[in-house]
């Protein structure tokens, strides 16, 4: 069995994190930390998991008694965290923050498979991807492979109120979100670096734009994503293209027909499709923030820095109806 402990544990993703862990056959949670919440039931907290554990939140971290320990802090804290306390060098990490993702001085690899499945299988420290980072790269990559990221791309990007976090703030209370649509951050997210990243190293260079604009949904959770590609390539390249990009992929799917977000909520899934028009390329991808966009593609990456199964643990249904 993998020994699991938890940072951070009682916001969303620790949340989705602890019901993935329960389910799967080869990892036993040991402890799932939250100072805030020391000695209450995980199931006072995450409710969703009434009847299916009896663990208790803790305050303590027995790194000892572990093999993996996920960080799911907030942004900016999991370095801090590393600065204040040593974990022993044995245990694997995965931080779900984006403290870690660009490349600099530190050893961990960026965690999307669907490039960097070899290196993720060799890590001893993997950077969890951001989860607008995840669905514009399902989406852009394939057209990275065959060069065609050349011009300026256009990208749009609805996420759930799930994105934000568990604590409330002005723009995720139900009164404002519901019936309610709106920018922020555009062309200056914070996930657009780690985009540049991957679609340059696909790639080979990357002097075009990532123009993206992200949007609040008025849903809980999952991503919606648009991107338009100008090229003059052949549409049935372009798809054969997709199509191979992806023959391999554990979770990553093109599909022929247009697709929708119920398609993919409460899976580990990515699906993506191509429309062609004459110069342009319209294409989508969906999945849910905080699986594929998170701890789901967390819990592949222990699969496969374990060396099991990446898919083990993560069959799971879509929302579909």
């Given at each position: 069995?993998?020994?699991?402990?938890?940072?951070?544990?009682?916001?969303?993703?620790?949340?989705?994190?602890?019901?993935?862990?329960?389910?799967?056959?080869e990892a036993e949670i040991v402890f799932a930390n939250?100072?805030?919440?020391?000695?209450?039931?995980?199931?006072?907290?995450?409710?969703?998991?009434?009847?299916?554990?009896?663990?208790?939140?803790?305050?303590?971290?027995?790194?000892?008694?572990?093999?993996?320990?996920?960080?799911?802090?907030?942004?900016?804290?999991?370095?801090?965290?590393?600065?204040?306390?040593?974990?022993?060098?044995?245990?694997?990490?995965?931080?779900?923050?984006?403290?870690?993702?660009?490349?600099?001085?530190?050893?961990?690899?960026?965690?999307?498979?669907?490039?960097?499945?070899?290196?993720?299988?060799?890590?001893?420290?993997?950077?969890?991807?951001?989860?607008?980072?995840?669905?514009?790269?399902?989406?852009?990559?394939?057209?990275?492979?065959?060069?065609?990221?050349?011009?300026?791309?256009?990208?749009?990007?609805?996420?759930?109120?799930?994105?934000?976090?568990?604590?409330?703030?002005?723009?995720?209370?139900?009164?404002?979100?519901?019936?309610?649509?709106?920018?922020?951050?555009?062309?200056?997210?914070?996930?657009?670096?780690?985009?540049?990243?991957?679609?340059?190293?696909?790639?080979?260079?990357?002097?075009?734009?990532?123009?993206?604009?992200?949007?609040?949904?008025?849903?809980?959770?999952?991503?919606?994503?648009?991107?338009?590609?100008?090229?003059?390539?052949?549409?049935?390249?372009?798809?054969?293209?997709?199509?191979?990009?992806?023959?391999?992929?554990?979770?990553?799917?093109?599909?022929?027909?247009?697709?929708?977000?119920?398609?993919?909520?409460?899976?580990?899934?990515?699906?993506?499709?191509?429309?062609?028009?004459?110069?342009?390329?319209?294409?989508?991808?969906?999945?849910?923030?905080?699986?594929?966009?998170?701890?789901?593609?967390?819990?592949?990456?222990?699969?496969?820095?374990?060396?099991?199964?990446?898919?083990?643990?993560?069959?799971?249904?879509?929302?579909?109806?």
């Open positions: 069995m993998i020994r699991v402990g938890i940072l951070g544990a009682a916001g969303y993703t620790g949340g989705e994190l602890i019901r993935l862990l329960l389910n799967h056959p939250s100072e805030s919440n020391a000695s209450n039931l995980i199931s006072d907290v995450h409710e969703g998991l009434i009847g299916d554990t009896d663990l208790k939140f803790t305050d303590q971290m027995p790194f000892d008694q572990v093999d993996v320990v996920f960080f799911c802090f907030g942004h900016g804290k999991s370095e801090e965290f590393l600065k204040e306390h040593q974990i022993p060098q044995r245990i694997k990490i995965i931080d779900l923050a984006q403290d870690f993702r660009i490349k600099g001085d530190h050893d961990y690899v960026y965690g999307l498979p669907e490039i960097n499945k070899e290196a993720i299988q060799q890590a001893q420290h993997v950077a969890n991807p951001g989860c607008f980072a995840t669905a514009i790269q399902v989406a852009l990559l394939p057209a990275a492979k065959l060069g065609l990221i050349t011009q300026d791309v256009a990208v749009n990007a609805i996420t759930g109120s799930t994105g934000a976090g568990q604590k409330p703030c002005a723009t995720t209370h139900f009164s404002w979100r519901t019936g309610n649509l709106s920018i922020y951050k555009a062309f200056r997210h914070q996930h657009i670096a780690e985009i540049r990243q991957s679609l340059t190293q696909v790639q080979g260079s990357l002097n075009a734009s990532i123009d993206f604009v992200p949007c609040r949904g008025n849903f809980a959770r999952g991503i919606f994503c648009t991107a338009i590609i100008k090229t003059e390539a052949k549409e049935s390249d372009i798809i054969k293209a997709y199509k191979d990009f992806y023959q391999d992929a554990a979770f990553t799917h093109y599909c022929d027909k247009a697709i929708d977000l119920k398609q993919v909520v409460n899976t580990n899934k990515a699906v993506v499709h191509v429309d062609y028009f004459e110069g342009k390329v319209l294409v989508t991808s969906v999945i849910d923030n905080l699986l594929k966009g998170a701890v789901g593609q967390a819990v592949q990456n222990m699969n496969l820095m374990f060396g099991i199964d990446e898919t083990t643990g993560l069959r799971l249904k879509a929302c579909a109806f």
